[in-house]
């Protein structure tokens, strides 16, 4: 895709370019993003609930980071917002490069961390016109090595605070042509987001509170590559929230070769918490595929995948939807690479035939938004920014 990509001024007409906060700032102080009202006042006793709704709203709606308590907000008290600015601040992230693809409207940001760390999100646009998803990271770098992702070569660096998460999407949305808004969010991008759960689910409660983000639960899909408990905290906690599966493959084997997670996990115990998860929460799970051309391509594969799909459906009462991704190569030695259009095709009608159809997914822009860890090398790596 990068023959396809145009760079879009950093800064939308009108708007300064951000500098992340200092290192020192965003050690001492809590992130307010992180807080929903109630979270606030448990923090903050000298606020009314009423007034961390407005207070919370003005963090999330205002862009101008820390003076957005800098001046007065209408019937909420000075007191307040001077005690609310004593206890937390507003820090962003540094906007390094924004993406547009000139096929559609997919548009990748690249941002860097107070402390040097550049992590990934894409805008993608949904069916609806002026409807957009957000895809975001939710650690900087992966522990789990995925053998095919850019994000598993770094190793993990750290987790990503929950502000950190929020304002990936918060400037992916201010970014947005007009009458646009972020309708969904997908915990795909680099990290595994279960790993960070405690972040994320702070995160998604942020994200559901109408004062804040206001996206409906419904809309909010988290991607794992098979972490059994936190799927079914994910069901207990957020029943709502929908759960994408990566599978890498449906043959154990070839997933422990693939995932080295499957040797901590097995594939079955996994399918297990995944089925608890439908079951408690009455959603159809995605299973996310990439097929790699010799790897996972082949007959077997679709065959033993169809399989899991079927067997998955007898268990949950639930079908899960299947969606083969494209695959994005990593760097000029990746030893692995897409699969041809006609070996997709024939994967395809294999699934198909054995009562496992999948969705194709948009051609172009959607090769940024692969499976969890693909985006980090499709054009920009990740590693720390000077
Ligand atoms: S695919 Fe996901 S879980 Fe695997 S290494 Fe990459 S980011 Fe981590």
């Not at 290192?23 to 903050?44: D, H, I, N, R, S």
């Not at 994408?244 to 594939?267: D, Q, V, Y």
């Not at 949950?316 to 699969?339: E, L």
């Amino acid at each position: 895709m990068p023959e396809a990509v145009i760079r879009l001024p950093l800064a939308p007409s009108g708007m300064a370019a951000e500098a992340p906060p200092s290192p020192t700032l965003v050690e001492k102080l809590p992130a307010l993003q992180a807080f929903t009202p109630e979270a606030l006042v448990a923090a903050v006793p000298a606020i009314t609930l009423r007034e961390a709704r407005k207070i919370v709203s003005r963090v999330h709606h205002t862009r101008i980071g820390q003076a957005a308590l800098a001046t007065p907000i209408p019937e909420v008290r000075r007191v307040a917002i001077e005690a609310v600015a004593r206890f937390g601040h507003v820090p962003t992230l540094a906007v390094v490069e924004e993406q547009a693809s000139a096929l559609d409207p997919f548009v990748k940001y690249l941002f860097r961390t107070h402390d040097g760390h550049a992590v990934e999100a894409v805008r993608i646009p949904l069916e609806k016109t002026g409807r957009f998803s957000v895809c975001v990271s939710s650690q900087v770098g992966c522990a789990l090595g995925c053998v095919f992702c850019a994000t598993g070569k770094l190793g993990l660096k750290r987790n990503l605070e929950a502000w950190e998460i929020l304002e990936q999407i918060r400037i992916v949305g201010e970014r947005l042509p007009a009458g646009g808004r972020v309708h969904g969010v997908v915990f795909q991008g680099m990290g595994e987001p279960l790993a960070n759960a405690d972040r994320v689910f702070q995160a998604i409660s942020v994200l559901k509170e109408p004062s804040a983000m206001s996206v409906d639960a419904r809309a909010i899909t988290v991607t794992t590559s098979g972490l059994p408990a936190g799927i079914r905290r994910l069901a207990s906690q957020e029943p709502k929230v929908r759960l994408g599966w990566s599978l890498g493959s449906a043959l154990p084997e070839a997933r422990k070769r693939l995932m080295p997670i499957a040797k901590t996990h097995a594939l079955d115990e996994v399918f297990d918490a995944v089925v608890h998860h439908a079951q408690t929460t009455g959603l159809s799970p995605l299973f996310a595929y990439t097929p790699l051309a010799g790897v996972n391509d082949d007959a077997s594969h679709a065959e033993a995948l169809a399989a899991l799909v079927r067997r998955f459906e007898e268990a949950s009462g639930r079908r899960p939807r299947v969606s083969v991704i494209p695959y994005n190569a990593i760097g000029a030695d990746d030893p692995f690479t897409r699969t041809s259009p006609e070996r997709e095709d024939a994967f395809r009608e294999i699934l198909s035939a054995l009562g496992a159809p999948t969705k194709k997914r948009y051609s172009g822009g959607s090769d940024v938004a692969a499976a969890c860890g693909q985006l980090a090398g499709a054009s920009m790596t990740p590693t720390q920014v000077d």
